[in-house]
């Protein structure tokens, strides 16, 4: 099976650049940014036991991703022809993916990730990728949650505040899969959301967490805690914002912005 054919088994399209959650004229940089954060979903050393394998092949097929993308000829074969070159030297079978990795990015733990996620959430970098990915994925909420990184569902809220600023201020289209989602949609995705929270915790109590993350562990929990009920309040009342014959997206956004 050939990347291409790797990439929709694993991520649903058979595109190297949904596959790291960029668009198609990211700068080496921001291709850079997404398989880093892509990687880190699907990391090895992130996932309980049972779920290794199945991570590990997700793992490298980014890698594969990566290594075509940041390599200019073969970025520009992909881009022209829309194929890779699999005998080539970015794909050669020994390579070994994790050790890619590593030598890109230095190993992490989880003190890595919440100190990171302090600076992250809020900033310039944050915004402007939020905004990136509400334009790549033409308002399409799933995908954007899914895309962003550090946040869980209870940041919908506030990433919908930051999108719906954003499109009174002109700086993105407005979209009809954004204006118009139906509560529906919203409630499937906080299920979804919810169950793997409840996953991913008995996880966690199951494998045990190690020295000097108990405090990180209570700080999560508390957090969610507290945000859950914006989140529960801001469902009650998506229908009655967003489902009552809404006039167009641009219009209907520019009559709430005196209410931010």
């Not at 054919?5 to 668009?23: H, I, K, N, P, T």
């Not at 990171?116 to 909420?141: C, H, N, P, R, W």
């Not at 407005?174 to 995705?189: C, N, V």
Request: hydrophobic fraction near 30%; charge should be neutral; glycine fraction near 6%.
């Amino acid at each position: 099976m050939g990347l291409l054919e790797q990439c929709e088994a694993a991520f649903g399209a058979a595109d190297l650049y949904r596959a790291l959650g960029v668009r198609r004229g990211a700068s080496p940089e921001e291709i850079r940014r997404g398989y880093h954060r892509a990687s880190l979903r699907v990391h090895p050393d992130r996932v309980p036991p049972d779920d290794k394998e199945e991570a590990t092949r997700r793992f490298q097929i980014l890698g594969k991703a990566y290594a075509v993308l940041s390599d200019a000829e073969q970025r520009a074969l992909y881009d022209e022809q829309g194929r890779v070159d699999e005998e080539g030297e970015a794909l050669r079978a020994e390579r070994d993916w994790q050790e890619y990795w590593r030598l890109l990015f230095k190993k992490i733990s989880v003190k890595d990730i919440e100190d990171f996620e302090k600076t992250y959430k809020d900033s310039e970098q944050e915004l402007a990728d939020i905004k990136a990915a509400y334009v790549d994925f033409e308002g399409d909420m799933d995908k954007i949650m899914e895309s962003v990184l550090c946040v869980d569902y209870t940041d919908e809220p506030r990433i919908r505040k930051i999108i719906e600023k954003a499109i009174d201020c002109k700086e993105v289209p407005s979209y009809k899969a954004f204006i118009k989602e139906p509560k529906q949609k919203a409630m499937a995705r906080k299920r979804r959301a919810e169950k793997e929270a409840r996953e991913a915790e008995e996880c966690k109590q199951e494998l045990g967490l190690g020295d000097g993350e108990d405090d990180l562990k209570a700080l999560i929990q508390s957090r969610n805690k507290d945000r859950k009920k914006e989140m529960d309040d801001f469902l009650s009342h998506l229908e009655a914002k967003y489902g009552n014959n809404p006039k167009k997206g641009g219009k209907k956004t520019a009559a709430k912005k005196g209410k931010k």
